[in-house]
């Protein structure tokens, strides 16, 4: 058996992967186990799971793979700031040293760490996406489009794949970055760059596309096959340490929103207006990719992936027939990436392509059995009750549709930044007051923010605009007519269009009565598909709220521990962990019932 470790850190979201005979055993990221949102550094604890997980020790390891050429970056980095010197010298005395202690001298830190001298392979950093994208879907021959910030030198590329190989033919290089272009943005709006994108892409809906041609008149310049360069003279990122400067602020009429400050409606028009941007570049890419490769299903990976709104509009308007996103899209995945090039393009090792792709459904992270959960809420002090197996479904289900709010902790966690039915929290989306309740008093966030549905697959084209499985949540569709509700005043602007009802599933309806949503198929998750179908039963709606078990500030829990902090320091009404229910108002305070979040993304 050929054991290999994938490894991606020291930008964000560190994580590690493990492949035997190019199957994929487990994977996690770092932040899930330190707690420590979009961890970068070196992945131990991910690595000791993915060992434990395959009954490994680091001697049985055949092969590392890294998911970038540290060199070629490094090599990237040293070239931009003598082009701008002396302008970056401030970023420059700030990033050397991080480059001079650690990231050169990568194969050095990764033999200490694992206390051993395994061959290492360093595939390039998009190569890693495209690997992703491409090894683990449910196609024997693919087009594969990849965008990001910044890898080496590239931000995007695009190829094609057919069984066990790929190649890329075209690239788009550093500074010239759609990525970094929506970071730019996610800026200049108040909120935090790589981790707070998926923000800008919320408050979108609120605001009108008013800054549209200002981007493509001056910010860029964009070509019909998608291809593009930025106009670097507004943009600070290469030798600053801030996305946009001067010239930026006063091309859209004032400095950046400062974090935590009331969002205005310039702030939602921006994010409106390079959303429009970004899926119509998108869009053109994928187009362009069609026309070159002629294939007609298309693997997406890169952080501009996570990018939902954009996908939904790639497969609705775009030429190929179907799309398969990696679930892990960003940074991380690209460890999965890593290890599969190294099976698949390293050893040249066939590939076994699944009707329902490799992935496993993503759940890939840490399980927890009955036994090990009882330990550890007797340990916390937890009163709770065991449920019969036969009897979970019916009694969740009838929690929810009383209105409760219920922590799910079920099987192996996600890997990837979606709550996919293993670490969620759920609640049911006919509830008009469910998305601010959820919002405010228990995720602790921006009232503005939408929450995605998890609907049963077979119901999917009848209660969403979709007929192809979403079961990563990296999709959106809007809700079907037939379940809309007419609104009073289309004249509402801005957050005013809240008060509105627009559905018969308001919870997970957004503005423009989108929804990302995740569609649940019994093979990949029978205890979460049993339950959603039980509430079916019982209400007529296949539809219920699925939002990730954490509160802002914090990444997805990983542990029991994890989750029942969690739980008690919320509102949330039920815990749910294996086959144990634990009732919010029969549970003793404790040390950290009332302490504040102050950690702010």
Wanted: glycine letters at 8%; one cysteine or more; proline letters at 5%.
């Amino acid at each position: 058996m050929v054991n290999i470790l994938g490894i991606s850190c020291f930008y964000h979201d560190s994580a590690a992967c493990l492949v035997q005979d190019g199957e994929i055993i487990a994977a996690a990221q770092e932040e899930r186990f330190t707690r420590k949102k979009h961890d970068f550094e070196f992945p131990k604890h991910a690595i000791d799971f993915c060992l434990k997980e395959g009954g490994l020790t680091t001697q049985d390891l055949d092969f590392v793979a890294f998911y970038e050429k540290p060199f070629l970056k490094f090599e990237r980095i040293l070239e931009t700031y003598l082009a701008y010197a002396p302008r970056g010298f401030n970023s420059f005395v700030r990033a050397i040293p991080l480059w001079i202690k650690h990231r050169l001298w990568i194969p050095d830190l990764i033999q200490k760490e694992l206390g051993c001298e395994p061959k290492m392979i360093f595939p390039e950093h998009h190569e890693s996406h495209a690997a992703s994208a491409f090894f683990p879907s449910p196609f024997e021959r693919a087009a594969i489009l990849t965008a990001d910030g910044v890898g080496e030198w590239t931000t995007a590329s695009f190829g094609r794949g057919a069984g066990n190989h790929f190649e890329l033919d075209s690239e788009i290089h550093f500074p010239h970055s759609l990525g970094l272009l929506y970071s730019a943005f996610t800026y200049y709006t108040g909120f935090k760059v790589n981790s707070a994108e998926y923000k800008v892409m919320g408050l979108a809906p609120y605001g009108e596309p008013k800054y549209v041609d200002l981007i493509l008149n001056e910010l860029m310049d964009v070509k019909v096959d998608g291809s593009f360069k930025l106009n670097m003279k507004y943009f600070n990122y290469c030798s600053g340490l801030t996305m946009t400067n001067e010239k930026f602020h006063k091309l859209f009429g004032g400095p950046p929103r400062k974090a935590e400050t009331e969002i205005g409606e310039r702030d939602m028009d921006l994010a409106r207006s390079i959303q429009v941007v970004t899926e119509e570049v998108m869009l053109r890419m994928a187009r362009h990719v069609h026309e070159v490769t002629g294939e007609e299903n298309l693997c997406l990976s890169g952080g501009v992936a996570l990018n939902c709104v954009a996908n939904g509009r790639i497969l609705r308007e775009g030429p190929f027939k179907h799309i398969w996103i990696q679930p892990a899209a960003g940074d991380a995945g690209g460890a999965l990436g890593a290890a599969l090039v190294t099976w698949h393009h390293y050893l040249d090792k066939p590939r076994d392509v699944k009707l329902e792709d490799a992935q496993k459904g993503s759940f890939l992270g840490p399980f927890f059995s009955d036994s090990e959960i009882e330990k550890i809420l007797n340990r916390q002090g937890a009163l709770y009750q065991k449920c019969a197996p036969e009897s979970l479904a019916e009694t969740i289900a009838q929690l929810i549709e009383e209105g409760n709010v219920i922590g799910w902790f079920q099987g192996r966690m996600e890997f990837g930044p979606r709550a996919l039915g293993a670490r969620s929290i759920i609640g049911d989306a006919r509830n008009l007051e469910m998305q601010s309740r959820m919002n405010l008093k228990i995720k602790f966030r921006e009232s503005f923010r939408p929450f995605a549905p998890s609907v049963l697959e077979e119901e999917t084209s009848e209660w969403f605009e979709m007929n192809e499985p979403s079961p990563y949540m990296l999709l959106v569709a809007d809700v079907s007519k037939r379940y809309r509700l007419k609104t009073v005043n289309g004249a509402l602007r801005g957050f005013d269009k809240l008060k509105e009802v627009r559905s018969k599933v308001p919870a997970v309806t957004h503005v423009d009565y989108s929804a990302r949503l995740q569609t649940i198929d019994r093979a990949r998750n029978p205890v979460y598909h049993d339950l959603v179908k039980r509430f079916f039963e019982k209400t007529g709606c296949p539809v219920i709220i699925n939002t990730s078990f954490n509160v802002r500030g914090e990444p997805i829990v990983c542990t029991p521990e994890d989750a029942f902090r969690c739980f008690m320091r919320t509102e949330m009404d039920y815990l749910v962990m294996g086959h144990f229910i634990l009732d919010k108002r029969k549970q003793k305070t404790t040390s950290f019932q009332k302490e504040i979040y102050f950690e702010l993304d």
